[in-house]
């Protein structure tokens, strides 16, 4: 059978759309260590595609045109560490979206939004957590206040609210 997806890249690839590509390139190579691969502008000096490598993923890019809406991405990215992601973030112009915290999954994260629109998940595994613990952790007030910060922060930076809502995950 032929393979579908070429070599280096995964079955699904996220595209970003900016209004500078050539800075957000230059923005995943310095926060999340990326590899650039790819920079092509096109006749308007405008960039027509972007490639960027982050771990095992390309991640694809290219600029807005005038008449399209503005489109940001969400995006998680897993990293060694998310405090001195987060830190190079925020120092390259990122705004923080949800303080870092540790979470009833084993994880530790927050979000910023880049200087052009697109909000990044930071995200560290720091331990494995069973299902059982996961779940029980939920109930407990530091886990459970972390999760309603999450999500009420996330719900707050999409919606323009001042105040974002968030609801308590129930097991099925």
């Known amino acids: 059978m032929t393979q579908t997806t070429p070599p280096g890249y995964t079955t699904v690839a996220p595209w970003v759309v900016t209004d ?3 800075a957000f390139l230059d923005f995943v190579v310095a926060v999340f260590g990326g590899d650039e691969l790819a920079r092509v502008p096109v006749e308007d000096g405008s960039i027509g595609h972007g490639e960027v490598r982050v771990g095992d ?3 694809l890019a ?7 809406p503005v489109l940001p991405s969400l995006l998680r990215v897993w990293v060694p560490d998310a405090d001195r ?4 973030a925020v120092a390259a112009g990122a705004t923080v979206v949800t303080e870092l915290d540790d979470s009833a999954f084993g994880q530790r994260g927050g979000r910023v939004r880049d200087p052009f629109g697109n909000i990044w998940w930071v995200v560290s595994q720091v331990e494995d957590v069973p299902e059982e613990v996961m779940w029980r952790r939920l109930q407990e007030p530091t886990y459970a206040a ?3 910060i999450a999500q009420e922060t996330l719900d707050a930076e999409l919606s323009g609210r001042g105040h974002g809502r ?3 995950p129930v097991r099925t």
């Open 85 to 88: 992601a987060f830190e190079r």
């Open 57 to 59: 993923t390309v991640l």
């Open 166 to 168: 968030s609801s308590a």
């Open 146 to 148: 972390g999760m309603r």
């Open 62 to 68: 290219f600029d807005r045109r005038p008449d399209w």
């Open 20 to 22: 500078d590509t050539g």
